[in-house]
């Protein structure tokens, strides 16, 4: 083990592999935590490497599990949450029904959201509509009973409802 101001000695290697195994044999070193990648060919622009489009596919599948995760936090659902451990790394098999499923439950969380939100949204006008409805009863109510006639409050005062000399009554038409 190395020490505390010290790294440990390293050595220097490179690897040759057939493209078919180096998959594997990259995701195993990685696992181990032991091997530092060297690029010898940084004047290569990233888009111009053979491995872009499997870096975008694992980029967004990142996205797709941020998206996922701050979803489920922000319900307060509970997670199983292991330190330490790190998953092996998919085969690329494997990685297509990731991306399909990650793909599934992303599009099915926007539409269960886009529904909660419309749901909230008609709530909203309904509660709003009912009480436009109580209020209006309650004018209704008040109109119709015969009694509360001499205590009906005017409008405008009692010059603004005269009308050449005649008082004026306010009611609704049926």
């Known amino acids: ?24 044999c990259v995701s195993e070193l990685g696992e181990l935590g032991l091997v530092q990648f060297r690029d010898l060919n940084p004047d ?3 888009f111009q490497r053979k491995f872009v489009n499997e870096v975008r596919r694992c980029d967004e599948m990142e996205r797709k599990l941020r998206y996922l995760e701050k979803e489920i936090r922000r319900d307060g659902i509970p997670m199983l949450e292991i330190p330490g451990e790190v998953p092996e790394a998919p085969q690329p098999r494997e990685m297509i029904d990731l991306e399909a499923t990650f793909e599934k439950l992303e599009n099915e969380l926007r539409e269960v959201n886009q ?7 008609n709530y909203l ?10 209020k209006t009863q309650v004018f209704f109510d008040e ?6 006639e001499e205590e009906q409050v005017t409008l405008l005062g009692e010059e603004g409802l ?3 000399g005649q008082a004026l009554k306010l009611g609704y038409a049926d």
């Open 1 to 24: 083990m190395g020490s505390l101001f010290r790294s440990e000695e390293m050595t220097l290697c490179q690897l040759f592999l057939q493209s078919e195994a180096a998959y594997a």
């Open 44 to 46: 290569v622009n990233a």
């Open 115 to 121: 529904n909660a939100e419309a749901l909230k949204r």
């Open 125 to 134: 006008e309904l509660t709003e509509l009912k009480h436009i409805l109580r």
């Open 143 to 148: 109109m119709a009973d015969p009694s509360r």
């Open 162 to 164: 005269m009308a050449g």
